[in-house]
């Protein structure tokens, strides 16, 4: 397999438009027509069978997957959302990727409390129910992980966008405004700083700035419809929209209001990008405009010989929403702009696809996405260029897939 693939070299697989008609590759004599399915001769499972529903069976590869090598042991663990596998832009609770530093911690709610302490006027303590009396909002927001794509800084390795981009999730959450139940408690003058606290072992922290706080963060209960996972913090986590996964505490417990940041191990060792001169960036808290092509990719290639093919994808930025989508089929010599489709909201994914007729040679696929606040999805090398190569986090640059003849995908850079 080769990590490098010349552009010149490739000749482009993609006719200019799609216009031909749909080929379909039913028969007359299909016993999918001809013969009585087993399914429309005999009764089916009643509703006493699975009284919380659980996906077919025939989609018992749709899992979220871990990377061996990159997982010491299974309560420091990491695991990936299959995004090669999704519509839309919501992620099933059962496929939010997991990132815990000591595990799921099993909280019961009866017994958990969130303390509201530090530079306040009264200090004050929360359980769960107390919490759900303070008005309430719906909101749309991905989460993640600044480590997402973290083990391409240096080339092409991992075979699948569920590994290079999965690190990612995206749900709606109910929950408080911060900003609700921190007035209760009454940020003194001197209050600059928020450190919210997990209940796990690992004790997350964080430092946020109050203004971050006061400005959309908030403690969510609920994510799509029904209570938060354990995976994903319950019963309380915090909500930092647009910010780098590791600020959202999960089994959060208390919230310290300070005047300085703490300089908590998650912000120093962690979370920190080494740049090439040797010094390292601190406080690099905004998820930077991003894209990924979900399909075709590694995990989907393509299954017809040629004509028409969906292209799909996934964009989003810590900074808005995103403005535009381009893709290429030729290693990024030529782009067009591909077509968003479904709700548009700020800091939350956002869909696009491209139709084309494919015919049946090699592609290398890429998409740039655009931000409304104009920022451009930057080249790897572009990347490389201020950045380095010895950084784990904030990897946002641009993905390619190198589709085969015969339509199987590989990971790939261009050069
Ligand atoms: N209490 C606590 N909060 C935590 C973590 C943790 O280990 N403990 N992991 C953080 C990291 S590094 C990330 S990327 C996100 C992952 O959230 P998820 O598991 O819902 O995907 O949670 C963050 N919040
Ligand atoms: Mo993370």
Redesign the pocket.
């Known amino acids: 397999m080769s990590d490098s693939i010349s552009r010149r070299k490739l000749l482009t697989g993609a006719a200019a438009t799609a216009g031909a008609a749909l080929a379909t590759t039913a028969r007359a004599d299909d016993p999918a027509i001809t013969e009585v399915q087993p399914w429309n001769q005999e009764l089916g499972d009643g509703v006493d069978v699975a009284p919380y529903g659980v996906p077919s069976e025939f989609e018992a590869d749709v899992v979220r997957r871990n990377v061996p090598w990159l997982t010491a042991d299974a309560t420091s663990s990491i695991n990936f959302t299959p995004i090669h596998a999704l519509e839309g832009i919501i992620t099933p609770n059962g496929l939010?990727?997991?990132?815990?530093?000591?595990g799921v911690a099993l909280v019961d709610p009866a017994e958990h409390r969130l303390m509201i302490n530090g530079l306040v006027d009264t200090p004050l303590v929360f359980t769960v129910d107390e919490i759900k009396r303070f008005p309430r909002e719906n909101r749309i927001y991905f989460?993640e992980?600044a480590a997402n794509g973290g083990m391409e800084w240096r080339g092409a390795q991992l075979n699948g966008c569920q590994f290079t981009h999965g690190?990612i999730?995206c749900v709606q959450y109910t929950g408080v405004p911060l900003k609700h139940i921190l007035a209760e408690a009454g940020v003194k003058t001197a209050g600059k700083w928020i450190l919210p606290e997990?209940?796990?072992a690992?004790g997350?922290t964080r430092s946020i700035p109050l203004e971050k706080a006061l400005e959309d963060c908030m403690v969510a209960f609920a994510m799509n419809g029904e209570a938060l996972r354990p995976?994903?913090?319950y019963p309380l986590r915090l909500v930092v929209p647009g910010w780098e996964?590791?600020m959202?505490?999960?089994?959060l417990r208390r919230i310290e209001v300070g005047d300085m940041p703490w300089h908590h191990r998650e912000e120093t060792s962690k979370y920190t990008d080494l740049m090439s001169n040797g010094k390292a960036r601190r406080f690099t808290w905004e998820m930077d405009v991003k894209s990924v092509i979900t399909n075709p990719s590694p995990q989907a290639p393509i299954t017809h010989e040629s004509g028409h093919t969906v292209l799909s994808g996934l964009a989003w930025s810590g900074r808005g929403t995103i403005k535009r989508v381009d893709v290429s089929l030729d290693g990024g010599t030529n782009w067009t702009t591909a077509r968003l489709d479904g709700p548009s909201h700020p800091k939350a994914l956002h869909r696009f696809y491209h139709e084309f007729n494919w015919d049946g040679g090699p592609l290398l696929l890429q998409s740039r996405a655009i931000d409304s606040e104009g920022h451009v999805q930057p080249t790897k090398d572009a990347l490389r260029a201020v950045r380095g190569t010895e950084s784990i986090y904030h990897n946002n640059s641009i993905q390619t897939w190198h589709v085969r003849e015969g339509g199987e995908v590989e990971n790939v850079e261009v050069g």
Not at 96 to 102: I, N, Q, T, Y
């Open positions: 939010c990727f997991e990132r815990h530093h000591s989460l992980c690190m999730h997990g209940a796990d690992s997350m995976e994903q913090g996964g590791n959202w505490v999960k089994w």
